[in-house]
């Protein structure tokens, strides 16, 4: 059950990106300095992924053998791409989370410590900002704070 819930859910994610405006636009093509040969070779490129059905299922069949296709900006496999970039993802997700949980358990306590009605909407309060407040917005402060960065 669970296999088949997350290949719909993968269908559909993939059918919302295949239908959304924009796609199979590639700014290669205004380029005047590619040739028509080029160009024709780009076009050849993006008509071997033009049904979502044949797309999809040549998607998982590479994803099954570790093929996850190539990057068209950077060249590169994206397999390589997730090995080379995993470490320092993983470790920023691991101090956020444990950040995350020691302010939540600092506050925790102080709210069964200092019990009062001003300590309790003021903590509420500021906990469903912080959860309402977008990561974009985070990563600015961050720089503004000049916040130590963890590579």
């Known amino acids: 059950m669970l296999a088949a819930v997350c290949l719909l859910g993968g269908l559909l994610s993939a059918s919302l990106v295949r239908f959304s405006p924009g796609y199979g636009v590639d700014e290669r093509e205004l380029d005047p300095r590619f040739s028509q040969a080029s160009l024709e070779a780009i ?5 071997l992924n033009a ?5 999809y299922a040549r998607y998982l069949a590479g994803a099954v053998h570790g093929d996850l296709g190539s990057s068209e900006w950077l060249q590169r496999p994206i397999s390589s791409l997730i090995k080379e970039r995993f470490p320092v993802t993983a ?8 950040l995350a ?9 102080a709210g069964v410590f200092f019990r009062g009605p001003y300590f309790d ?11 309402a407040l977008p990561a974009a917005v985070v990563a600015i402060f961050s720089v503004y704070l000049r916040a130590p960065v963890f590579v």
């Open 51 to 55: 049904g979502l059905f044949s797309y």
């Open 91 to 98: 470790k920023s997700v691991l101090l956020g989370v444990l």
């Open 43 to 47: 076009r050849k490129s993006h008509r």
């Open 121 to 131: 909407i003021s903590t509420t309060l500021i906990s469903g900002v912080l959860i």
């Open 101 to 109: 949980w020691f302010v939540a358990l600092a506050v925790s306590l």
